[in-house]
């Protein structure tokens, strides 16, 4: 069975343009929650959807946006970016919305230039 | 913000000895989950424990958790130098909050052959 999959795995943009990232659950997997990653950090919380709903917003700007779709796939959107988004996008799928744990995408590199 | 704190933040030891990483959080839990990243690439979910466990074994890994002192610890015995890698504690909040996961920041092991 495949993992956890995140398209692009690495994407350079320009300040002030827009980036959109994509992510495919485990199969029967419901939950999908992304997660930012700045260099030597913790992964910080962004988004949790769960059957198709938003379940849960981290401290992030409106410039952050994401959907989950039918198939349960997920996009995330970050629109006007700023030099402070480079960072590593991570995917997270579960079965249960965390509580018997998550299983990680091998994320997306992001350097906004 | 980040739930915690590892420590220490880095470890260097010698393949064969004992790891012990240890983390403390703030607020009361659900659950309390162990990942490992290689390579600042996605995280591998290791071992999760209950807030109504106080340890667990899997492998060559043992899982402590003491709620009145809001802290865990890692163990991993008998190290390899594929053990190699940055290990991260993530707390799953309790009833009625949204169900992500608040990393700690992280320790950063080093099994030198």
């Known amino acids: 069975d495949a993992g956890v999959t995140q398209s692009p795995t690495h994407l350079i943009k320009t300040r002030g343009q827009h980036v959109t990232l994509r992510c495919s659950p485990i199969?029967?997997?419901?939950?999908v929650s992304w997660y930012q990653q700045v260099l030597g950090q913790g992964p910080q919380f962004i988004f949790q959807y769960y059957e198709k709903e938003e379940r849960g917003r981290g401290n992030f700007p409106d410039r952050f946006s994401a959907r989950q779709f039918p198939n349960y796939s997920s996009e995330l959107n970050v629109n006007a970016l700023l030099l402070g988004d480079s960072a590593l996008y991570l995917c997270?799928?579960?079965?249960?919305?965390?509580?018997?744990?998550?299983?990680f995408g091998s994320g997306t590199r992001l350097t906004v230039v | 913000s980040q739930q915690g704190e590892e420590d220490p933040q880095a470890l260097s030891i010698q393949e064969g000895e004992n790891a012990t990483m240890n983390c403390s959080y703030k607020?009361?839990?659900?659950?309390l989950q162990w990942y490992r990243q290689n390579s600042g690439r996605g995280l591998v979910h290791l071992i999760l424990i209950r807030s109504n466990e106080r340890e667990k074994h899997s492998g060559r890994l043992r899982v402590t958790l003491d709620t009145s002192k809001k802290s865990s610890s890692l163990l991993i015995t008998a190290s390899r130098a594929a053990d190699t890698a940055s290990y991260f504690c993530a707390t799953v909040a309790g009833a009625g909050s949204a169900r992500q996961l608040t990393f700690g920041s992280g320790t950063q092991l080093t099994v030198l052959p």
């Open positions: 199969s029967g997997h419901k939950s």
């Open positions: 607020t009361s839990i659900n659950n």
């Open positions: 997270a799928s579960s079965s249960s919305q965390g509580i018997s744990g998550y299983t």
